[in-house]
């Protein structure tokens, strides 16, 4: 046993807790070892006089106040009893708050996700006489892409220009139907040779889609304007065997801040015999403001199963009577 | 206390009767308090911890389930609530004065006024020695020597192993001698 060891052990020793024969061995150590001996004194001293430091004594009536200063601090911290009736209709607050909260962010993050989609726009809306009730937007149909671009119909409006003599207005165009407009005095203000002027093409297009997201085209006109000239026209369906009308009114120009002004008044006629054809709820009247070249939603109505919507996108272009146009942006979507 | 009897008041306070939490407290608030006076070395905050001691037992008495004795388990508490107030201490505070030997001592002394008055000089020494050790010696020192608890206790108490407290202990006693070398000579 080193002497280590041995401090160790009468530590332990004078805290009973050596077996028999750990003190035995001690006491073997401790017979040989001057030193260890003296230390064995030591502690034991020192073990005596650190039992015998005291703690004061407690203070008069110690007892009693520190008992009502502890039932003191017992009583805030024990919560007030909250009966059934307020547990039931606060938990209900909760869950209905809860919901709400939900359903606001599930609507937001719709709003965010359609506003996403390319070739949709909700950011303006139809403002302005509208009774047409606005459904959320859905995607644009595939089809919606005017495939041949709005420069070939500018470069038509330019050809029946040249061959009027420059009495055309506007121009609308919808497959293979086209209605002009012509002004009634007859004033030249296109036609003359090399002379850069801007267009309106404003194109619009009417769907309806079912359940299963199928779409179909029902009327699909692009209207080339001069600003601030108002088209006025009635085409047909696309749907060859339909009868059905659809009257368009049609006005646009480009405002200082770069964006296409327009309004837009839409209405459609079905042959009453023709009841599965389709039936807008009122006529649509909006005046929209439109960044160039973005589709944006005039208006919706039905439901899940059949819904009809008014899509409307606009732009400019710069034509040189006798000229090709140029292509201009937003001939794509 | 009987032990059965503490046992009762310990299920009824669990049950929420004040009076027999009460009578707990009554049998053991002194032994609480002595030995928060002796880890903080300041009466104040012994009554502190005392509080304290007692009103997070009452809060928590329903996770007591007897593993332990009930004074053990309240020695927990208030080993750790004088250690923490400890460690969060920078304010100046009333020091107690555990110098003055118990009475008992005193009467039983029957030397000369010199002797009486080195024994005195003495133990003011060995108190402010004790307030000196770290902490965690001081509090197992403080509950082996002068609380008279087992190693086996005392672990449970501080959450470390037998052969650590037996160990702190030791080393204790080491430093407490080398601060005391001069008064220790035979």
Redesign the interface.
């Known amino acids: 046993m080193n002497c280590e060891t041995s401090s160790q052990l009468i530590s332990r020793l004078l805290d009973n807790d050596l077996s028999d024969a750990e003190q035995a061995a001690l006491h073997e150590h401790l017979a040989q070892c001057p030193a260890c001996e003296k230390q064995e004194w030591e502690q034991r001293r020192l073990h005596t006089a650190v039992r015998s430091v005291s703690a004061p004594d407690l203070p008069p009536d110690y007892s009693r106040r520190l008992r009502e200063e502890i039932w003191r601090k017992v009583k805030m911290t024990e919560r007030r009893p909250v009966s059934l009736s307020f547990r039931i209709m606060a938990i209900a607050a909760i869950l209905i708050l809860s919901t709400a909260v939900m359903l606001l962010a599930w609507r937001l993050h719709v709003r965010q996700k359609e506003a996403r989609q390319p070739g949709v726009a909700i950011e303006t809306a139809p403002r302005g006489g509208s009774s047409f009730m606005p459904l959320p937007a859905g995607r644009l149909p595939k089809n919606a892409l005017i495939e041949n671009g709005s420069a070939e119909q500018v470069q038509a409006f330019v050809s029946v220009q040249d061959y009027l003599g420059g009495a055309m207005r506007w121009m609308a165009i919808d497959g293979n139907q086209v209605e002009v407009g012509m002004s009634g005095s007859g004033i030249n203000t296109v036609g003359e040779k090399n002379a850069a002027r801007e267009v309106v093409v404003v194109t619009l297009q009417y769907v309806e889609r079912q359940s299963d997201n199928k779409t179909t085209i029902l009327s699909n006109p692009q209207f080339v304007l001069l600003p601030g000239e108002e088209a006025s026209v009635r085409l047909s369906g696309r749907d060859r065997d339909s009868r059905d009308l659809f009257r368009y009114r049609v006005k646009a120009a480009k405002e200082k801040s770069g964006q296409i002004s327009a309004r837009i008044a839409f209405d459609c006629e079905v042959p009453e015999a023709a009841e599965q054809r389709p039936v807008i709820d009122s006529p649509i009247n909006a005046e929209v403001m439109v960044k160039e070249g973005t589709p944006v939603l005039l208006g919706a109505s039905g439901d899940a199963t059949r819904r009809h919507e008014l899509y409307m996108w606009a732009g400019m272009r710069s034509i040189t009577a006798g000229s090709r146009p140029s292509p201009g942006k937003g001939n794509h979507l | 206390m009987d032990e059965t009897v503490e046992t009762q008041l310990i299920r009824r306070s669990q049950r929420g009767d004040?009076e027999a939490f009460?009578q707990l407290?009554?049998a053991h608030?002194?032994r609480v308090?002595?030995?928060a006076?002796?880890l903080t070395g300041s009466?104040n905050e012994?009554?502190g911890v005392?509080?304290d001691t007692?009103?997070q037992a009452?809060?928590s008495l329903r996770q007591f389930k007897g593993r332990s004795r009930f004074m053990t388990w309240l020695y927990s508490i208030a080993v750790r609530k004088a250690l923490d107030l400890r460690r969060e201490r920078h304010s100046s505070h009333e020091t107690?004065?555990?110098a003055?030997?118990?009475a008992d001592?005193r009467r039983s002394s029957s030397s000369g006024p010199l002797e009486t008055l080195r024994e005195k000089e003495?133990?003011g020494l060995?108190?402010d020695a004790?307030m000196k050790l770290p902490d965690d010696q001081r509090a197992a020192?403080t509950l082996?020597?002068?609380e008279g608890l087992?190693?086996k206790e005392v672990a449970r108490i501080l959450s470390f192993p037998e052969g650590t407290v037996?160990?702190r202990?030791?080393k204790a006693?080491?430093l407490?001698?080398d601060m005391?070398a001069d008064y220790?000579e035979?």
Do not use: G, N
């Open positions: 004040h009460d407290m009554q608030h002194e308090y002595r030995l006076c002796r009466a012994a009554d005392t509080q007692f009103v009452y809060c107690v004065s555990l003055d030997p118990p001592s003495f133990a060995l108190s004790i020192l082996i020597v002068q087992s190693y037996a160990w202990v030791w006693r080491q407490l001698r005391l220790l035979p």
